[in-house]
């Protein structure tokens, strides 16, 4: 029977997951489905979603509930999703996982039935981070809270890898209290052998996905990110945007691949469109954009953009500094130290590429990026603008380290 093969399969793979003994709480904390029942949590391949449910229903599961967890694309799932829960729900199910919601043709109309239909239904769907929903398909709008998630923060890479216990910090504490937070952390590794700064420069190249721990040497392990963003192409962007095609990804690797070791990179699109024989303008920005939703790539665009048709990005980075380094066995360090801001501050608000300056937060912050001997001289007359400087341990001559960036999730 399909239903006990798909629990049998579940049961396994919970046990196998009591193995992983470090949880990102801060996102585990989330799961819990509120009244309207539907959580989507949606991010990068690589950065652990599918083990995080996991985690997550099987705390449920030693707390009494009834749980279960199915792939989407599983070849055993031979009745609709609706079906499914309906089996679960009548089996006294509690929490229902869906993975790789995004690859089940029509999984919004089914969601929306579920949780019509079984209102004390308890419904997790992951997928990929080029995820959206459209609301005129099926009206989940008021329905779900969406969660995105991102790779390792170097908060996270520190706690995982070293057992420290540090909490987030927000931006705005960063920017007034640095010093102090700064001088407490390095504090916090004194009676110990580890250099902070090369735990950083370590985590730029190799800690930003949880994965990292699955492959024994560091080439497997960039070889895995090459490939998992080849899949974020061949698999998730065919699935989610209807007007892919084959002939679009081809144009879209062609695209990664002429830009992907010039990034930081400022596109001329006649140019590139010219270059790569690609149909028109529009037709590229619009691959820009599905590369940025798939976090493969990180766009910026000026802060003054018009809202017409598909824009031109001011700069385009990698979405991550692990993706450089697959990229390229030795990315420019200033390449890195820019991408892994850009990483950063993606998410803290609207982030755009100004005049003056490296990166731009909500038309209002302004941040310039280098190494320790970087001055403000480019930035010195602008307010509120700060200069985060690498290869520093505190606060010097008003310049904030570059990795206490690395605290914000």
Not at 62 to 83: F, G, N
Not at 143 to 171: D, P, V
Not at 251 to 260: R, T
Not at 268 to 296: F, P, Q, R, S
Request: hydrophobic share 40%; proline share 2%.
């Amino acid at each position: 029977m399909t239903y006990q093969r798909l629990m049998e399969i579940s049961d396994s793979l919970l046990k196998d997951v009591s193995r992983f003994t470090y949880i990102r709480y801060e996102i585990f904390s989330l799961l819990e489905p509120p009244r309207q029942n539907l959580i989507v949590l949606k991010g990068a391949r690589g950065i652990g979603k599918s083990t995080l449910v996991l985690q997550y229903l099987l705390d449920k599961q030693k707390h009494d509930h009834k749980v279960m967890y199915v792939s989407a694309d599983s070849t055993i799932l031979t009745t609709s999703l609706a079906e499914l829960a309906h089996e679960f729900y009548k089996r006294g199910g509690n929490y229902l996982v869906v993975d790789e919601i995004h690859k089940y043709p029509n999984w919004q109309q089914n969601v929306k039935t579920i949780v019509d239909a079984f209102p004390s239904l308890k419904l997790i769907a992951s997928g990929s981070s080029s995820l959206h929903l459209n609301y005129a398909a099926a009206d989940l709008s008021r329905r779900h809270i969406m969660i995105q998630a991102k790779g390792l923060s170097f908060r996270e890479y520190l706690n995982k890898n070293y057992h420290t216990k540090y909490a987030i910090i927000n931006l705005q504490d960063i920017l007034i209290h640095a010093a102090e937070i700064a001088v407490n952390i390095v504090e916090s590794f004194k009676n110990t052998k580890i250099d902070i700064l090369e735990c950083f420069h370590k985590y730029l190249r190799e800690g930003y996905f949880i994965t990292r721990e699955e492959y024994s040497s560091i080439k497997i392990y960039f070889a895995s990110l090459i490939n998992a963003i080849n899949s974020t192409i061949d698999i998730d962007l065919l699935n989610v945007y209807q007007d892919v095609d084959q002939l679009s990804l081809k144009n879209i690797k062609q695209l990664l691949k002429h830009i992907a070791q010039k990034c930081p990179f400022t596109p001329n699109i006649t140019e590139l469109k010219n270059a790569l024989n690609i149909a028109n303008a529009n037709t590229l920005k619009k691959y820009l954009k599905y590369l940025h939703d798939g976090e493969v790539l990180l766009n910026l665009y000026t802060v003054n953009k018009s809202h017409k048709d598909f824009q031109r990005p001011q700069k385009i980075f990698l979405n991550n500094t692990n993706y450089a380094y697959a990229f390229g066995d030795t990315p420019d360090i200033g390449t890195i130290r820019e991408t892994f801001v850009a990483n950063c501050l993606l998410g803290q608000g609207e982030l755009t590429a100004p005049t003056y300056g490296d990166f731009c937060l909500d038309n209002n912050l302004v941040f310039e990026v280098g190494g320790k001997s970087k001055t403000n001289k480019q930035i010195k007359s602008i307010q509120n603008s700060y200069v985060l400087a690498d290869n520093i341990l505190s606060v010097d001559q008003g310049k904030i380290p570059l990795w206490l960036l690395g605290f914000l999730w």
